[in-house]
């Protein structure tokens, strides 16, 4: 009862017509979003059975990034079928072993029959499964604009690796947020963009043939650590010893330079002391680079990030092999933002993409639809295969598993043909929340599909789906409603493992904390409650 409660909250945000939630937390932010596993994060969930559904949002936004609302209404109503049948005094192991086999069939029908290769649709069809990512979020007015900035983003860090696998890796585009504008003002840079500025406006806003240095401690004058008390018999030895802390940071200052860098990232404070070594040297200082920014920048250009200038020796060094080099490192105005952008970084590619919007909750709600669209390219691209999306896919798994299930003399055919219902619960969703008449749609749905499985003459109609804003049936694979096929396929099976682990638990025992007596209670209180 609670998982189901927990799909209902989010049953009404799914698909391309999906309503938004607001999520207003106890200190009175507030949230708006279309997001299945936001939503889910933010409630405060106590129910056991329950947080099982909401980890497993968590788990398909981690794994694939998007189909989190729908692998929680379809886990909810494997729940939902598997209790009748309890009820009908089938035994909760054999709905099991049914669930199971009903999944693996289900993810063979999919590579086997419904998946569709990119290298046929050709390089649109990343655009198209973008597009569709976006279809149910707020920037889905615009998809057109941000489908394309998303897939020149993914392409631009698209790499193979040493196995001659594709991979993507989506945490190389650094994705910014500026207020004000409309969301079509907002651009994609190539390079990585950071959200600082060089620390003295004496310093060059630009420098081509950049060698990187990435510091993770503080460029300011030496202090003693906290304890180190200095007891000075002559005053006159005050002076030398206040000139010697200056000294050593002049002397990394000058380690540094030595090897040639000319731009140095500090995630710590420089001081104007210091400054002042790096504006006569020509150099470009920045302070203050979030943590995060630096281990990317770190990676994209081959710097080493130093928490010390210490070596195995206990001497303090710079080596020029420590620097990363990137092709150039510029200070530019975007927006009304001035940002820091490094250009051609050597060993990896990056992108930026820098968001406008209205406001805050505008700006947060790109962010995540754009991570979503990010990561469905992703695995177009790792994978290289998509399905037809609008409900099409469960509707043939619908019609499949159902004709399985008859085949099979085991108890195991009665869960097989619940699951077979279950997953009839996305087309159902998707029109009731179109305001379309979900019973008529289905029908004609599953009755397209249900003749492509059975008559080879009509064998296209298995690209069928629901076209919600105009209320009728659509090829799919020729509108471009395309989803990657390990989205289902991670989907199914995570729907499934999290339904049968909640059918696995018959009893819940609560165990409550012993209550102690209250300490510190007077001596009177005691004997009038009978204590002594």
């Known amino acids: 009862t609670a998982a189901l409660s927990i799909a209902n909250i989010v049953k009404s945000s799914l698909g391309p017509v999906g309503l938004d939630k607001m999520l207003v937390d106890e200190v009175g932010d507030v949230v708006i979003t279309n997001d299945g596993a936001t939503v889910l994060k933010m409630l405060e969930v106590e129910h056991p059975a329950a947080k099982i559904l909401v980890e497993l949002a968590d788990l398909q936004d981690q794994e694939v990034g998007d189909g989190t609302t729908s692998v929680v209404i379809i886990a909810a109503e494997l729940l939902r079928n598997a209790e009748q049948l309890v009820k009908n005094k089938i035994h909760p192991t054999s709905i099991i072993s049914g669930y199971r086999l009903a999944c693996k069939e289900a993810c063979k029908y999919i590579n086997e029959h419904l998946s569709v290769s990119v290298d046929e649709l050709g390089n649109d069809c990343l655009i198209n499964a973008a597009k569709t990512s976006m279809s149910s979020k707020l920037i889905g007015v615009d998809s057109e604009f941000?489908?394309?900035?998303?897939?020149?983003?993914?392409?631009?860090?698209?790499?193979?690796?040493?196995?001659?696998?594709?991979?993507?890796?989506?945490?190389?585009?650094?994705?910014?947020?500026?207020?004000?504008?409309?969301?079509?003002?907002?651009?994609?840079?190539?390079?990585?963009a950071l959200n600082c500025t060089v620390a003295s406006q004496a310093m060059t806003k630009r420098i081509t043939n950049a060698k990187i240095a990435c510091l993770d401690f503080n460029l300011q004058k030496v202090k003693m650590k906290l304890?180190?008390?200095?007891?000075?018999?002559?005053?006159?030895?005050?002076?030398?010893?206040?000139?010697?802390?200056?000294?050593?940071?002049?002397?990394?200052?000058?380690?540094?330079?030595?090897?040639?860098?000319?731009?140095?990232?500090?995630?710590?404070?420089?001081?104007?002391?210091?400054?002042?070594?790096?504006?006569?040297?020509?150099?470009?200082?920045?302070?203050?680079?979030?943590?995060?920014?630096?281990?990317?920048?770190?990676?994209?250009?081959?710097?080493?990030?130093?928490?010390?200038?210490?070596?195995?020796?206990?001497?303090?060094?710079?080596?020029?092999?420590?620097?990363?080099?990137?092709?150039?490192?510029?200070q530019e105005k975007i927006c009304d933002d001035e940002l820091i952008i490094i250009k051609e970084p050597k060993s990896r590619l990056a992108a930026s993409m820098i968001l406008r919007g209205a406001n805050d909750f505008m700006l947060d709600e790109m962010d995540r639809s754009i991570h979503d669209a990010l990561c469905v390219v992703r695995r177009v691209i790792?994978?290289?295969?998509?399905?037809?999306?609008?409900?099409?896919?469960?509707?043939?798994?619908?019609?499949?598993?159902?004709n399985f299930a008859t085949t099979l003399s085991s108890r195991e055919q009665l869960a097989i043909a619940e699951f077979a219902r279950s997953l009839l619960v996305i087309p159902k969703t998707l029109s009731v929340n179109a305001a379309q008449d979900a019973t008529d749609l289905v029908a004609k749905l599953r009755a397209c599909h249900s003749s492509s499985q059975t008559d080879s003459k009509f064998a296209n109609l298995k690209w069928m789906g629901l076209d919600l804003v105009n209320g009728v049936i659509k090829d799919n694979k020729v509108?471009?409603?395309?989803?990657?096929?390990?989205?289902?396929?991670?989907?199914?099976?995570?729907?499934?493992?999290?339904a049968i682990t909640i059918l696995r638990i018959d009893d819940m025992i609560k165990l409550t904390p012993e209550e102690k007596p209250d300490a510190g209670q007077s001596y009177q209180d005691a004997v009038a409650s009978g204590r002594l």
Do not use: W
């Open 146 to 192: 941000f489908s394309k900035m998303v897939v020149d983003a993914a392409l631009a860090v698209k790499r193979t690796n040493v196995k001659g696998e594709v991979r993507c890796p989506i945490k190389a585009v650094n994705i910014l947020k500026a207020h004000g504008q409309s969301a079509l003002e907002s651009v994609l840079v190539r390079g990585y």
């Open 227 to 330: 304890g180190v008390q200095i007891v000075v018999d002559d005053p006159q030895k005050l002076d030398a010893i206040r000139q010697r802390e200056a000294d050593i940071t002049k002397e990394r200052i000058a380690k540094i330079l030595k090897s040639g860098a000319n731009v140095i990232l500090c995630t710590g404070g420089i001081d104007d002391l210091c400054l002042k070594y790096f504006v006569e040297a020509q150099a470009m200082a920045v302070r203050r680079v979030a943590k995060i920014d630096m281990k990317r920048i770190a990676k994209a250009t081959g710097a080493t990030m130093l928490l010390t200038l210490a070596n195995l020796d206990g001497e303090e060094s710079f080596e020029a092999s420590m620097l990363g080099s990137a092709g150039e490192v510029v």
């Open 382 to 402: 790792e994978s290289n295969a998509v399905v037809p999306g609008g409900g099409a896919v469960e509707a043939a798994l619908s019609i499949y598993l159902e």
């Open 479 to 498: 509108a471009g409603v395309l989803e990657p096929t390990i989205s289902k396929t991670k989907s199914l099976k995570f729907a499934t493992e999290a």
